[in-house]
């Protein structure tokens, strides 16, 4: 039998969608490349190599889209930010993802006939 302590109640306010999203995050005239690797209507989880500290405005650039945040935590090459304004995670996932989702890759397709010119 689980111990009910071992595992905390979920403390989120709304779902986590995974996302492969890559960004450029820009702080006090400094920026880090990272991927957005989960996101939510509040905030999202970005992977990189070195963010500044909790409770650093920060700026989000996607291709042309720019999201204002806050690092609310950092943990080694993992930071989690508070989105300044609600953002519907599914739509935004599927119009920067390198996967979006609810797309397959096509069909392969195999080749059977070459005609020379």
């Not at 950092?74 to 979006?100: A, M, Q, T, W, Y």
């Amino acid at each position: 039998m689980l111990n009910a302590f071992a595992y905390p109640p979920e403390r989120r306010r709304s779902p986590r969608q995974p996302s492969v999203v890559r960004c450029v995050v820009n702080w006090s005239g400094l920026y880090e490349f990272a991927t957005i690797k989960n996101m939510s209507i509040y905030g999202a989880q970005l992977e990189g190599f070195e963010f500044p500290p909790a409770g650093t405005s920060v700026t989000i650039v996607v291709g042309s889209v720019e999201i204002c945040a806050s690092i609310i935590w950092v943990n080694g090459e993992k930071c989690g930010v508070l989105l300044e304004h609600d953002v519907d995670p599914v739509d935004f996932i599927r119009k920067h993802s390198i996967r979006p989702l609810g797309h397959q890759a096509p069909a392969p397709v195999a080749i059977v006939q070459v005609n020379a010119v």
